[in-house]
Nanobody, 121 residues
Framework: QVQLVESGGGLVQPGGSLRLSCAAS????????MGWYRRPPGKQRELVAS???????NYADSVKGRFTISRDNSKNTVYLQMNSLKPEDTTVYYC???????????????WGQGTQVTVSS
C-alpha cells in the first residue's frame, strides 16, 4: 500500500509565500516523476510543476518564476515553494507520484488527498 501525505497549505495574503510538502510511504520500489496538480474552480485539473528522479523540472507557464519544485529522494518527498502568491492560485493542490511499488510492476500514478491553498486579503 502506497500513501502520499501532503502538508503546508493554508491561508496567505497576496504576495505571500507557502511551502507544500508531500511524503510518499509504503511499498515503494522506485519513484519516477513527482509533481503537483491543481483544479481551479470551473476548470480542469492542471499540472503545476513536476520533477523527475534526476531533477529535471517542468512548470506551468502561470507559475514560472514564482514557484519552485524540489525533491529529496532519500525521503521520497517532494516540495513546492510558492512565492508571490496571487488570488488566482487559490484552489486545492494535489501531490502526484508515478512509481513502481515492486520490481517489474508499474509505474502507476498515486495521488495525495489534497491540501487547500487560499490567497486572500
Amino acid at each position: 500500500q502506497v500513501q502520499l501525505v501532503e502538508s503546508g497549505g493554508g491561508l496567505v495574503q497576496p504576495g505571500g509565500s507557502l511551502r507544500l510538502s508531500c511524503a510518499a510511504s509504503g511499498s515503494i520500489f522506485s519513484i519516477n516523476t513527482m509533481g503537483w496538480y491543481r483544479r481551479p474552480p470551473g476548470k480542469q485539473r492542471e499540472l503545476v510543476a513536476s520533477i523527475t528522479a534526476g531533477g529535471t523540472t517542468n512548470y506551468a507557464d502561470s507559475v514560472k518564476g514564482r514557484f519552485t519544485i524540489s525533491r529529496d529522494n532519500s525521503k521520497n518527498t517532494v516540495y513546492l515553494q510558492m512565492n508571490s502568491l496571487k488570488p488566482e492560485d487559490t484552489t486545492v493542490y494535489y501531490c502526484n507520484a508515478r512509481l513502481q511499488p515492486h520490481y517489474g510492476l508499474g509505474p502507476y500514478d498515486y495521488w495525495g488527498q489534497g491540501t487547500q491553498v487560499t490567497v486572500s486579503s
